[in-house]
């Protein structure tokens, strides 16, 4: 007995002392032969990723704020995980997210994983694997493609108009958050299947499933640094979400739309359906049967959804924010758009908004100041990269195959290149051409933003229509707004 149990603690140690004596010998690698090991940062974060793990997962996403601080105390590029180097020098973001014909940017695993929308395009990891899968959508977000929405977006800011009337006659505080989600994503839904949730209908403008979206966009750190939660989470049966996750309930129910529609739209006879619906068009591509599986579609449904919901609500939060916050700014806007439309009620049309410098410098400053995607946009190179830090006199070399990313919050508030980075003054957008140069807010490159003119449409034109109707709120009488304080934001 007594040698059985002086066995099991002699087995206990070593075992202990072995994985100690790997932490001890990883963490030593991780500082001093690893390739990254010159890049400059915290020593902890170039330890462990259990330092980013605090800051994303223990206080919720918080990791691009300590990068910000990183970048200020470090230079233009820093180590922030044992495998992983971040930028903030627009000078260099052509080289990190080049031109499909210049060189391959492959998409991190991980990155998926955290999507939970495995298959997915942005899940997709390699370069020509994802060409092929975004080639078959590409075609949708065209110029001329999203022109012939113009009356599907103009009748979707009608019904916003509508809602806030009814709000006005029955005395309903209405917030404007859900109002544009609800906006943004009836239109995005009926452009993929020819059906939607019509939100814009629901009394509570579908609040139930985008804060289940908001629920899942934060478990994504879990899911990135822990993948096997966020593949329970997919492949949880009803039962188990409707009594142990009833946040994320409504975005499960949802899933199952997606398959049922991307089944519908499958078997339909409808050649418009074919034709004029986004997964009309994916069923019928060239992409490969393993390419159009059920699952695969309701994923990249997801993806396309997710990503064109809450990014334009967001923009057009923060605009009307800022807009009714700087009156001055909001009366050179608004002068613009009464040349243009002269009529307070009518939802102008794209032709009129086309050319109006000022009012679309509004929108570019908006997402500048408050970027709809706040994650660092993860790429990896299949070949090294090499980057001259000027300041320092430094030159490092990011091997291939090391996880590299920015963040346009960080980047879009950097002094050294827009001065009085926190101010919202649209004119020197209007004239300075050149700061576009450092403009990350729909990223860059292949995988940069497919939705870029939906969202500038869908944005612009309500936009308007919003300013064109309503007066800030100074105890006048008629159509206005009330800005509430920063931290409540726009209600
Ligand atoms: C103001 C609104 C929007 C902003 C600021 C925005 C921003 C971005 C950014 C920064 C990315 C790159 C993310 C990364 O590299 O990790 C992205 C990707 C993407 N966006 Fe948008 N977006 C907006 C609206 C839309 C809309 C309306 C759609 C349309 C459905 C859309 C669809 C997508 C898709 C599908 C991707 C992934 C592209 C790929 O992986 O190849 N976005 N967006």
């Given at each position: 007995m007594y040698q059985a149990d002086d066995f099991k603690l002699k087995a206990v140690s070593f075992a202990g002392t072995v994985v100690l004596g790997y932490a001890f010998c990883l963490g030593l690698y991780r500082l001093t032969l690893h390739p990254l090991s010159k890049v400059p940062g915290p020593r902890l974060a170039a330890l462990t990723?259990?330092?980013?793990?605090?800051?994303?997962?223990?206080?919720?996403?918080?990791?691009?704020?300590?990068?910000?601080?990183?970048?200020?105390?470090?230079?233009?590029?820093?180590?922030?995980?044992?495998?992983?180097?971040?930028?903030?020098?627009?000078?260099?973001?052509?080289?990190?997210?080049?031109?499909a014909a210049e060189r391959k940017t492959n998409r991190p695993v991980m990155v998926g994983k955290r999507s939970g929308t495995p298959d997915s395009m942005t899940a997709t990891e390699d370069h020509d694997m994802h060409r092929r899968r975004r080639a078959v959508l590409n075609p949708f977000f065209s110029v001329a493609r999203v022109r012939k929405l113009e009356p599907v977006i103009r009748q979707h800011a009608d019904k916003v108009l509508h809602r806030l009337e009814q709000a006005s006659i029955s005395g309903e505080p209405m917030e404007m958050n859900p109002l544009f989600k609800a906006y943004a994503s009836d239109i995005i839904v009926q452009?993929?299947?020819?059906?939607?949730?019509?939100?814009?209908?629901?009394?509570?403008?579908?609040?139930?499933?985008?804060?289940a979206v908001d629920m899942f966009f934060a478990l994504n750190h879990v899911f990135g640094h822990w993948p096997w939660i966020g593949f329970l989470v997919r492949i949880a049966p009803g039962w188990v979400m409707r009594n142990f996750g009833p946040s994320l309930r409504e975005m499960w129910e949802k899933k199952l739309w997606w398959i049922t529609k991307v089944r519908e739209v499958r078997n339909s006879n409808d050649p418009d359906r074919v034709k004029s619906t986004i997964f009309g068009g994916v069923l019928n591509s060239t992409l490969p049967d393993e390419d159009k599986t059920d699952l695969r579609l309701?994923?990249?449904?997801?993806?396309?959804?997710?990503?064109?919901?809450?990014?334009?609500?967001?923009?057009?939060?923060?605009?009307?924010?800022?807009?009714?916050?700087?009156?001055?700014?909001?009366?050179?806007?608004?002068?613009?758009?009464?040349?243009?439309?002269?009529?307070?009620?009518?939802?102008?049309?794209?032709?009129?908004?086309?050319?109006?410098?000022?009012?679309?410098?509004?929108?570019?400053?908006?997402?500048?100041?408050?970027?709809?995607?706040?994650?660092?946009?993860?790429?990896?190179?299949?070949?090294?990269?090499?980057?001259?830090?000027?300041?320092?006199?430094?030159?490092?070399?990011?091997?291939?195959?090391?996880?590299?990313?920015?963040?346009p919050t960080i980047l879009h508030r950097t002094a050294e290149v827009f001065t009085d980075p926190g101010a919202f003054g649209p004119?020197?957008?209007?004239?300075?051409?050149?700061?576009?140069?450092?403009?990350?807010?729909?990223?860059?490159g292949p995988r940069g933003c497919i939705g870029i003119n939906l969202a500038r449409r869908e944005i612009s034109v309500l936009l308007a229509s919003l300013l064109r109707k309503y007066e800030l709120y100074a105890g006048q009488e008629g159509c206005t707004f009330e800005v509430l304080s920063q931290h409540e934001g726009v209600k």
């Open positions: 990723s259990w330092y980013e793990i605090y800051y994303d997962v223990w206080l919720g996403g918080q990791y691009f704020r300590s990068i910000a601080r990183m970048h200020k105390k470090y230079g233009p590029v820093v180590r922030i995980s044992p495998n992983e180097v971040h930028f903030n020098d627009p000078d260099f973001i052509d080289v990190l997210y080049p031109g452009y993929a299947f020819g059906d939607c949730f019509h939100f814009l209908y629901d009394p509570q403008c579908g609040k139930p499933y985008f804060k309701a994923n990249e449904t997801q993806l396309v959804v997710f990503a064109g919901e809450g990014t334009t609500a967001h923009t057009l939060t923060a605009a009307m924010f800022e807009l009714y916050s700087h009156p001055t700014i909001l009366a050179t806007a608004k002068s613009e758009l009464i040349s243009a439309n002269p009529h307070p009620t009518a939802i102008p049309t794209f032709a009129q908004l086309d050319g109006l410098a000022f009012f679309n410098a509004v929108v570019t400053k908006t997402i500048r100041l408050h970027p709809g995607v706040v994650n660092r946009q993860w790429r990896y190179s299949p070949e090294p990269i090499v980057y001259r830090d000027a300041q320092r006199g430094a030159e490092y070399v990011i091997p291939a195959g090391v996880t590299y990313g920015m963040t004119q020197r957008w209007v004239e300075n051409a050149k700061l576009s140069r450092a403009f990350m807010g729909f990223s860059r």
